[in-house]
C-alpha cells in the first residue's frame, strides 16, 4: 500500500475530487485521514429521499469508505458552528470552505485484494447488472446498497428516458430500486456474491 496526499483548494467539489483522484490514478483504496473544512455539506441520511444540505462553518470530523475508479463509497461527518453533529453518504455538492487535506492509502496490486480472482483464472460475470442515469437519486442508492454490501454488478449507465435504476438479475428484469431492496431485506441479495 502506498499513502499518496491530496490538497483540495477553496471551492473543490470533495466528491468530484476523490472521484477524479481515483480516475487520474486508476487508484483502488480507502481514505486514511483528512483534516478540512466546508462551506457546505450535501449527505444522504437513512431514509431520507433525497440528500440533506447543510451550509455554514463545518468542520470536517471524519471521511471514511473506499475509492476506485468505478466510483467512491464515503460516509462524512462533519460539526456545524453550533456543534451539533452531522453525517451521512457524502453526495457531490460539498464543497470545500479554505482546504482540506486527504491521505489515501492506494492498494499497489488491486488484483491481491480478497475479492480478485486467483491468479491464473478470469474474473466471473456478475449475476447482477443495473440500468442507471446519473443525477437520479434512486440510481445512487441503489448503487450505494450493492457497494455496501460488496454485490458484484455491472453499471449500464443510460441517457434515454424510462423509469431508473433497472436491476436484471441473471439476464431477468427484477425491477427497480424497491425491487432491489426487497431482495437486501429477504437476504436473498447476498447470495449474489461469488
Not at 480516475?23 to 483528512?34: K, P
Not at 475479492?115 to 448503487?143: D, F, K, M, N, Y
Request: proline residues 8%.
Amino acid at each position: 500500500m502506498r499513502a499518496l496526499p491530496l490538497h483540495l483548494e477553496a471551492g473543490s467539489d470533495l466528491h468530484h475530487s476523490l472521484s477524479r483522484f481515483a480516475l487520474e490514478h486508476q487508484a483502488e483504496g480507502f481514505v486514511l485521514s483528512v483534516v478540512g473544512n466546508l462551506s457546505q455539506a450535501a449527505f444522504q441520511c437513512p431514509g431520507q429521499e433525497g440528500p440533506t444540505l447543510v451550509q455554514g462553518d463545518l468542520e470536517i470530523i471524519t471521511l471514511q469508505g473506499t475509492i476506485s475508479p468505478q466510483g467512491v463509497h464515503l460516509h462524512l461527518s462533519l460539526s456545524d458552528a453550533t456543534c451539533q453533529v452531522w453525517g451521512g453518504h457524502l453526495e457531490p455538492g460539498s464543497l470545500v470552505q479554505t482546504g482540506a487535506d486527504i491521505l489515501v492509502g492506494v492498494l499497489d496490486d488491486p488484483a491481491a485484494a480478497p475479492s480478485a480472482a486467483a491468479p491464473g483464472e478470469l474474473e466471473p460475470t456478475p449475476r447482477l447488472e443495473i440500468v442507471v442515469s446519473q443525477g437520479c437519486p434512486w440510481s445512487r442508492r441503489a448503487l450505494r446498497l450493492l457497494r455496501s454490501l460488496a454485490i458484484p454488478h455491472r453499471v449500464i449507465e443510460t441517457q434515454e428516458p424510462g423509469p431508473v435504476p433497472q436491476v436484471f438479475v441473471d439476464g431477468q428484469l427484477i425491477g427497480g430500486y424497491d425491487a432491489l431492496a426487497a431482495l437486501h431485506a429477504n437476504g436473498q441479495l447476498v447470495g449474489l456474491r461469488p
